[in-house]
């Protein structure tokens, strides 16, 4: 007999089916028990009065084949009667928290150590529902407007943010690196596809124990060609956020952020002075913005322009990675932007460099080395057009969507400054 899953049993009132999962609760009571289901579509309750039913340990992986019978009362209005059940693992250890009650109580440090199963949790997994779905919507916009998705080394031989916060690596006696982003190989394939996206890891020796930051995390990354400046990556990631977003709410359902149809934009000048004369605190001569900043901009953002999302363009250049394009008029400043959602920046962004002598002077006023950059160089010696891109962290996209107090909440197995294990 065909598995059926919990989802579906209401198809089937009346027929004898099959089902197979985790034994999520079990109530014994005089004369009868209840078992609960749960499989990846849902939970069924199960009604039987047989005494081997009795004593399974929760989690146990089981199998029943009985009657589906309408019950109001049961969950999805149906439960399985005259069952017949056989065990399909050994009987589940002794469980270090609940998973039948709504909530998981256990602090997040005891999930983390037990993750194969507080990931089993129903409000933990949905999270993860909400990532694969804004995967899937991500590439439903890219696919649409003709790019093409790559996959690029992990292991490099040059630091793509000028050296800070890499894990270096023994490379058959070689130094090498793990890849920060794939910055480098999406822009030279640029020259090759004109438009490209990638889904993958990324990795940064981070040195911050904060409830933001993580040493590995999934980056959704995207570039093109023939762009006019950052406002054209402004545009086309909008339409990338709205298109995640409406992938989550169609597969996943619950209350979401809209995603206005033009997000509201502040010049990072602007944006130190406004907190600035609203602080009384004197930030305008700060390269970048503080986590509280960001805050405050999100603040503004929904206050003023009932947006949960808030570009801030043109941070300083001094701020910015050597291969970010200034601004013409105001070159201290850069054709960048960071993208910041609910009070937190989730996007960076910009128009890129694309003329050879431009990179060396680049690295020339860094005082940087460029021979371990002349395989990335070599691209924009055989001509590149105007391009930029942006890069969406998969975690904290996810953290904000969820409201989660800390990103290792949408984190599978984190990875950071403590945790290798599981």
Do not use: C
Request: negative net charge.
């Amino acid at each position: 007999m065909e598995r059926t899953l919990a989802a579906s049993l209401a198809a089937h009132i009346g027929r004898e089916v099959r089902l197979a999962g985790w034994l999520h609760r079990s109530r014994e009571l005089a004369n009868v028990t209840f078992l609960v289901l749960r499989d990846a579509s849902g939970l069924v309750q199960i009604v039987t009065t047989d005494p081997a039913h009795r004593g399974i340990p929760e989690e146990t992986v089981i199998e029943v084949t009985g009657l589906a019978t309408a019950n109001a009362k049961a969950p999805g209005g149906v439960e399985l009667t005259e069952p017949r059940l056989r065990l399909l693992s050994d009987p589940a250890g002794t469980l270090p928290f609940d998973l039948f009650r709504p909530i998981l109580k256990a602090g997040l440090p005891v999930q983390l150590d037990h993750a194969p199963l507080a990931l089993r949790h129903p409000s933990r997994r949905r999270a993860f529902e909400l990532a694969a779905a804004s995967v899937a919507g991500f590439r439903g916009v890219l696919d649409a407007r003709r790019f093409v998705e790559v996959s690029t080394p992990k292991i490099v031989a040059s630091a793509t943010e000028s050296g800070a916060n890499v894990f270096g690596i023994d490379y058959f006696g070689r130094p090498a690196f793990l890849a920060q982003s794939p910055q480098f190989y999406k822009q030279m394939l640029v020259g090759v596809f004109e438009r490209v996206y990638e889904v993958g890891p990324v990795f940064r020796a981070e040195p911050h124990d904060t409830t933001r930051h993580l040493s590995q995390y999934t980056s959704l990354d995207a570039e093109w060609g023939f762009i006019e400046d950052h406002r054209d990556v402004m545009r086309v990631l909008r339409d990338v956020i709205a298109g995640m977003m409406a992938t989550a709410a169609e597969r996943v359902g619950g209350e979401l952020p809209v995603v206005p149809e033009e997000i509201p934009s502040i010049h990072f000048a602007d944006a130190l002075d406004m907190i600035s004369k609203s602080t009384g605190e004197d930030v305008r001569a700060e390269p970048d913005l503080a986590p509280a900043h960001e805050r405050f901009l999100g603040d503004w953002a929904r206050t003023e322009h009932n947006s949960e999302f808030v570009y801030v363009t043109g941070y300083p250049m001094v701020k910015r990675p050597f291969y970010t394009h200034p601004d013409r008029q105001r070159p201290e400043f850069s054709n960048s932007f960071d993208l910041i959602f609910r009070g937190v920046e989730l996007v960076t962004g910009g128009q890129r460099l694309h003329n050879e002598a431009d990179y060396r002077a680049a690295l020339r006023a860094l005082g940087a080395d460029p021979a371990p950059y002349e395989s990335y160089l070599q691209a924009f010696h055989f001509g590149m057009p105007p391009h930029g891109g942006f890069a969406i962290g998969l975690e904290r996209w996810t953290a904000r969507l969820t409201e989660a107090a800390n990103i290792r909440q949408t984190t599978l197995f984190p990875r950071d400054l403590h945790r290798l294990n599981p």
